[in-house]
């Protein structure tokens, strides 16, 4: 075998080797950091009928969100002020949330989520909402960098 054939075998058997290490790092798909990330969106959905107020926890400053007509927002400065008249939605349920690891720092979690709104005729309307949030973690804390919400029929139950 060549000196030439060598070098390029060692190179790749360290690739290889970088590229375990690397992967061992990912978390599982099912951990205990999927399992906090779901229970964490499940606070952030359960915000919109009166839940604590998670999201100065989980949105990082540089939180970027799109609404589901489109309207850019930012994450909120501060926990609204709490108000008696405050018509909050009832019902509120994450209905699903699948956590995806594409690197050890960065994670996408696919989700659907629904709640019942009071609408001004008295009448109430099940709004139903799927999404995708992109956490990322730095400095070893994860937080929510960019969210896509999109507003769907509701399936009947």
């Known amino acids: 075998m060549s000196s030439h054939t060598i070098r390029i075998s060692l190179g790749v058997l360290a690739l290889l080797c970088v590229g375990s290490a690397l992967a061992d790092d ?3 798909k099912d951990g205990a950091t999927a399992q906090w990330m779901i229970v964490k969106e499940r606070a952030w959905a359960n915000m919109a009928c009166g839940g604590e107020w998670v999201a ?4 990082a400053d540089d939180f ?3 609404a ?3 309207a850019r927002y930012s994450k909120p400065a501060s926990a ?3 108000d008696p008249n405050t018509q909050w939605s009832s019902d509120c349920r994450l209905d699903s949330a699948d956590v995806r690891f594409f690197s050890a720092d960065v994670a996408v979690v696919y989700g659907s989520e629904s709640k019942t709104v009071a609408l001004p005729d008295s009448k109430h ?3 139903c909402l799927v999404w995708s949030d992109m956490w990322l ?5 994860w937080q929510i960098i960019a969210v896509q919400d999109n507003r ?3 399936p009947t139950r």
Do not use: H
Not at 56 to 59: K, V
Not at 137 to 141: I, L, P, Q, S, V
């Open 125 to 127: 309307e099940r709004r």
């Open 80 to 82: 609204p002020a709490y």
């Open 26 to 28: 990912i978390p599982a």
């Open 64 to 66: 970027q969100g799109t």
């Open 68 to 70: 589901p007509k489109g």
């Open 137 to 141: 973690r730095r400095n070893g804390k």
């Open 152 to 154: 769907v029929e509701c």
């Open 56 to 59: 100065s926890e989980i949105l």
